[in-house]
């Protein structure tokens, strides 16, 4: 019991420092490259991203530590080489979504207006908001292509629609991220992630056919891995 209570504290610990840090270096990263802060975007963008991800952490902390513990394996890298060459360009992608529009903010390259920056901000809660219903869905969510002990198939749900609503919901947000901070420059950012996340999508599937039973008759009753009627 006591090994127990140790484990959640360590769980809950590493969580809290997680989401704080990870917090604080978007701000740095969204106003250092801007020079300013008179950059209302940004504040727009990093208040609901930050308000998105500790409503998230706070709620899974509270019903399913088991689904924290997979999720603080960012940072941990893949086993097969290919996966850690998807998940190194995800990551860097990511940081430069946050860094072209910031920097683009400096030089003011970009003229968005202010209606399509809300409606990019109302894109990326909508993302949020996909990936909470997966992690509420599916609580061996993990940021490493793996399969846990007594995993089942889950096909409820985001589930239902497509094979891969995390992902569906994170290109949603990654997508309109740029618009939301006013950038017309920093989409290019997002062109690698669209061949990147594709190739992991086909590893996944690959592993999980081999590794999780009943997966396989799961991707014959749903058809579309990412985007209904798409792909």
């Keep these: 019991m006591n090994q127990m209570l140790r484990n959640t504290d360590a769980i809950k610990k590493k969580a809290f420092l997680g989401l704080t840090a990870l917090i604080a270096l978007l701000w740095l990263a969204l106003f250092l490259p801007a020079g300013t802060l008179n950059f209302w975007q940004a504040w727009v963008f990093w208040l609901l991203f930050a308000g998105c ?42 940081i430069l979504l946050i860094f072209i529009p910031a920097v683009d903010r400096r030089f003011q390259w970009s003229n968005v207006p202010f209606y399509l920056s809300f409606s990019g901000d109302i894109f990326v809660v909508f993302g ?13 969510t993990s940021v490493l292509i793996e399969v846990e002990s007594k995993q089942k198939v889950i096909s409820s749900g985001p589930y239902s629609r497509v094979r891969h609503p995390m992902y569906s919901g994170a290109l949603l947000m990654l997508f309109f991220i740029p618009l939301a901070l006013g950038s017309i420059w920093g989409l290019l950012a997002f062109l690698p992630i669209i061949s990147a996340i594709p190739l992991r999508i086909l590893a996944e599937e690959k592993f999980l056919q081999q590794n999780l039973d009943g997966y396989l008759d799961y991707c014959k009753k749903v058809r579309y891995r990412l985007i209904p009627l798409v792909w």
Excluded: C, M, P, W
Aim: aromatic content about 16%; proline content about 0%; overall charge positive.
């Design 53 to 94: 991800i500790s409503f998230i952490s706070y709620y899974f902390l509270r019903k399913d530590l088991t689904l924290i513990a997979s999720r603080l394996k960012i940072g941990t890298s893949e086993t097969d080489k290919n996966q850690k060459v998807t998940q190194a360009i995800i990551s860097v992608s990511f």
């Design 128 to 140: 949020f908001l996909v990936i909470f219903l997966v992690f509420n869905e599916n609580r061996y």
